[in-house]
């Protein structure tokens, strides 16, 4: 076993008690204190005598006091350890608000992440996460192998750009421009540790304090934080059957100065509506009319299941004010966190600026690793995979709603993304809905986050890609049994 126990007592060899005396002390103290438990092993008598400046016989003395006392025993040919039979002590910790500073602080409101499982969940429908039991881990762990085999490895382990590995950019640009139709070059992306990362960096950068900034309604909980706290004047515009309504934003920017808008026309969150193509047209025109930025968040571009492919907004020639942000963490894993920015070019220099004073620099082996399963096609495969799974899904998650549900709830069929929007023909109370199906071991996300103005709210956002079909029929199942319930 390791002995990761740090000596940090001092000796003083002015003391009227002998060395080995104030050893044991010590070690006594340390172990009420709770900071050595039982069973913890002790640094060897030659490794504790050199850590502080004794004999190593002072230290074997103090050892075997200590174990005639019962506070230690010795293992054959294993060393020394914290004695077993001791009763179990709490460690002492102080409480943080017992210390009072003299220093003013910004104080930060906690946020309620709604995207990992709660105690006691056995079926989770989070927000349109991926199913991590997907993830390409073979190919991508033989990708880290090959990257540690090289003679040039070295040079990864060091700085790198704050842009984000340049391997990896020159992939995301050959993608962007394949697949989305954006015309970028590797030295205008920045990769970032997610998207949510990105949008924090874009705030910072665009918006100052007394700014106002549209949100769509309902819309993105997280953005709506960031935003706020960048002293943003926040403003909505309702969605309808073809996105944000561009004719109310129009009013708006009548009336007052809009900085940016930020929208995700790809799927919208949490409707899954995509924008039409007229809409997006008017939206890019109000832009350049009224002189303000649109940030595009693009959250899940690779999960469309329809026979065309909506182009980004960033790829439009009338995208000058377009900053756009997307994400690889969906067509993965959450827990690999590789997002991206571009946008113009001196709003970009801007932004990385700000992004080396928070974060020198991204995970470099990783993103290294993930350019080359973009190079050898991996990705690309993966995706094709996952988008079957998913569509197959989606049609399970259909079928399963109209069973369980009937009549009651009204969605439309999603033409991409991870998540149905549903909304229930009759008010319920879905606070006490969402208690029912927790103690029946069913987590759903609660609604009201998306929403601002505390509006009224009767729909629900349920993903469905991190579950597979017979996770789906039980939690569905379930869901609809206490929906019947409840009523």
Known sequence: MLRTWKTIFNISFNSDQTLVEQISEVIRKEIIKGRLERGTPLPGSRVLAEDIGVNRKTVVFAYEALIEEGWLESKHKSGTYISQNLPLI????????QKASTFEHIHYNPFYLTDHALEGSRIVFNEGGPDTRLVPLNELSRAYKRIFQRKGKWGLLGYSSEKGDYKLREMLSV???????????PDTICVTRGSQMAIYLVAKVLIKSGDTVVVENPGYYAVQKIFRETGANIKTVEIDKDGINVDALEQLCRKTKIKAVYVTPHHQFPTTITMKAGRRIQLLELSLKYNFAIIEDDYDHEYHFG????????SNEKSDNVIYISSLSKLLAPAIRVGYVTGPAAFMESLV????????????????????????????RHARKVVAIYKERRDVMESCLRENFGDAITFNKPAGGLAFWIKFNEQINLIQYIALLEQKGVQIVPPNSF????????????????????????GLKIMGTVFKELK
């Open 175 to 185: 993608m962007l421009s394949r697949d989305r139709g954006l015309n970028v070059k």
């Open 451 to 474: 929403y601002l103005d505390n509006q009224p709210y009767n729909s629900i956002r349920l993903g469905y890609g991190s579950l597979n079909k017979e996770e789906l029929t039980e």
């Open 90 to 97: 709490k460690k002492h910790q102080t409480n943080p608000s």
């Open 307 to 314: 026979a065309g492919n909506n182009l980004a907004l960033a």
């Open 353 to 380: 600026n700000l992004r080396v004073q928070i974060d020198r620099q991204g995970d470099t082996i990783l993103e290294h690793a993930i350019a080359e399963l973009m190079e050898d096609g991996t990705i690309k």
